[in-house]
């Protein structure tokens, strides 16, 4: 089991490949997915979905190209269709291009498996209004999407957004998990739940 990191798009977006004997799985994907399709093939790796943590522009722009040249299913959260059709989803926002329409079917909150890992999907909104985080137990990692950074947190500034749902969803969702569970974000470099909860300026201000 491994994960390998590709920061591709115009921002940049980090997407992930987690691969368990030979199958895989992508996790955003934010730009042209070349590099993500060529370490595949150099590893042998079948993908087997495509999971978005939300619906933002930068973390969809490669999901049709990636999809057509692998035959993968799209996973997507439900709740973050109101957002689909705003310029924060299918781009042009900041002068960004449009994202390529592509097909895709909700993914299931809580238990489900994708490549024979067990995958918890969390869902951890107020950065869009239907955004997951994606923990694997197997892994010891969870995938945050835009909720949880480095020393940060989500803006929530789009449409959809809620700063006090996000605070909520970190509290809640996240800072539940084991102290040693790697976090992999949207943007910026790995961190660990036990580094966030004791270090991260942006988080104290929630009461539960």
Known sequence: ?????????????????????????????????????????????????????????????GV????????????????????ADTESGRGGIWGMPPVKPFQAQPLTIGKTEFAGLECLVLETPGHTPGGVSLYFPALKSVFTGDALFYRSLGRTDFPGGNHQTLLRSIHEKLFTLPDDTRVYPGHGPET?????????????????
């Open 1 to 61: 089991m491994s994960i390998a990191t590709f920061p591709i798009g115009p921002l940049s977006t980090n997407s992930y490949i987690a691969d368990n004997g030979g199958k895989a799985i992508a996790i955003d994907v934010g730009g042209d997915p070349a590099p993500i399709l060529e370490y595949l093939k150099g590893n042998n790796l079948e993908l087997v979905a495509i999971c978005l943590t939300h619906r933002h522009f930068d973390h969809v722009y």
């Open 64 to 83: 049709a190209d990636l999809a057509e040249a692998t035959a993968a299913p799209v996973y997507t959260p439900a709740a973050d269709d109101v957002i």
């Open 192 to 208: 660990t739940i036990g580094d966030e909860k004791a270090h991260n300026p942006f988080c104290g201000e929630f009461v539960i």
